[in-house]
């Protein structure tokens, strides 16, 4: 079953001019609706997932005082003031057909190519002449070093052996599927058999046309959440912490997002009060997110960046950018009632905002939360998902 439960603070607040508009004043312009669309490179999605994507879009659509219009017929003819609301990062010449050009017109992004838009990128090759797909950016990988673990990305099976000879000489090496999301898809090794073990049977296309991330893994790992999401002309800035979550399988997943948003950008986010760790992974984000524009064409209204913060194979601390989500995405329930209370009250300079996935038995809801599903999604198993706001700061930042 999929409900939801009102809250004061996340209430509708968009609202047109009504049509009794005194004779001399000039009536506000149609505005045309927000629709979700499914991307041609799109992953299938769980029930749950669908019912919050739709939540996404029900909120885009009441913040900006549009109206919703459900999922876009790929046979409609787009308008250049439609706001798209897409399953996942677009590619440049599916963006181009539905008349998107500006960030201003979708809550999600463009790329040119489709391995830039997973975790494929986060890395550099083995050297410059290792198997690499059209559109590969040596610039954004060099420039990023900084940003990210140790690590490599390779497009081929001998590539990724060499890669993890080199990081096993340091410790164990996570491994991840680049279209794996929400903790799927990886493995840790901690020598080449295992490695040779973990991609037996895995087709050789399938590397060449996805790759293969291998990075430093790290213990008593901290995920952070960072990132910058504008609609029209609201921006927010955030940092936060996600927790895990076992699901019905048993297997340690993506369990929500617990944001402190503020009004504005980086710099806004940067003046919060914080400790050294989380000032590290905006820093990071940062450098990670402001290098994308190596990707021609690259646009993006929801900038979210996962950092991962632990001890390494040598007992070193140590901080990088996991990946980039650049759709909408586990913590954007969080992010939208946020702009929301912005909205709303002018005098709000903060808001912690969470967003929660309970897997198994139903769970006590707390008072005033938005629930997104509740019930048994048919693969994935009964959970419950809502979003929650826990403060409202309203004295001006110091």
């Known amino acids: 079953m999929v409900g939801t439960k009102s809250s004061p603070l996340i209430e509708c607040v968009g609202r047109s001019r009504s049509a009794n508009a005194a004779p001399n004043e000039v009536p506000t312009p149609t505005v045309s609706p927000v629709v979700i669309y499914f991307s041609r490179l799109g992953a299938p999605m769980y029930v749950h997932e669908k019912a919050v994507l739709v939540a996404v879009a029900e909120g885009i659509a009441r913040l900006d005082g549009r109206s919703y219009a459900g999922i876009f017929d790929a046979k409609q003819c787009p308008t250049p003031e439609l706001f798209f609301v897409p399953d996942d990062t677009l590619m440049r010449d599916e963006a181009q057909r539905l008349g998107i050009s500006s960030p201003r017109q979708l809550y999600g992004a463009v790329v040119p190519f489709p391995f830039a838009k997973t975790k494929a990128i986060t890395h550099r090759l083995i050297d410059p002449r290792a198997a690499q797909p059209c559109g590969w950016s040596a610039p954004f990988t060099d420039n990023v070093g900084s940003a990210v673990l140790p690590g490599y990305t390779a497009f081929d099976l001998d590539d990724a052996q ?77 940092h936060g912490v996600q927790r895990s979550a076992t699901n019905n399988h048993g297997v340690s997943v993506y369990g929500g997002s617990h944001l402190t948003c503020v009004r504005g950008g980086w710099a806004e986010l940067l003046n919060l009060p914080m400790d050294a760790s989380t000032r590290r992974a905006i820093t990071q984000a940062r450098i990670y997110d402001g290098n994308a524009t190596h990707y021609p064409g690259f646009v993006a209204s929801r900038r979210n960046y996962d950092v991962g913060q632990g001890i390494d194979g040598r007992g070193q601390w140590r901080s990088g950018v996991l990946e980039a989500s650049w759709r909408s995405g586990g913590a954007s329930t969080a992010e939208l009632a946020a702009l929301t209370a912005f909205t709303q009250d002018p005098a709000v300079q903060v808001i912690e905002a969470a967003s929660v996935k309970h897997y198994g038995k139903p769970r006590k809801v707390p008072p005033g939360a938005i629930v997104h599903f509740e019930g048994d999604d048919p693969e994935d198993g009964p959970l419950l998902r809502y979003t929650v706001l826990t403060r409202a700061q309203r004295r001006p930042l110091s």
């Open 162 to 238: 060499t890669a993890a000879r080199r990081l096993l000489a340091h410790g164990p090496v996570r491994v991840k599927e680049p279209l794996g999301a929400g903790g799927r898809g990886q493995a840790v090794i901690g020598t080449i058999a295992e490695l040779g073990a973990l991609l037996e049977g895995v087709p050789t296309g399938q590397i060449a046309r996805h790759g293969l991330v291998l990075e430093t893994n790290l213990r008593g790992v901290t995920t952070r959440s960072v990132g910058c999401t504008m609609i029209g002309d609201r921006a927010i800035a955030y």
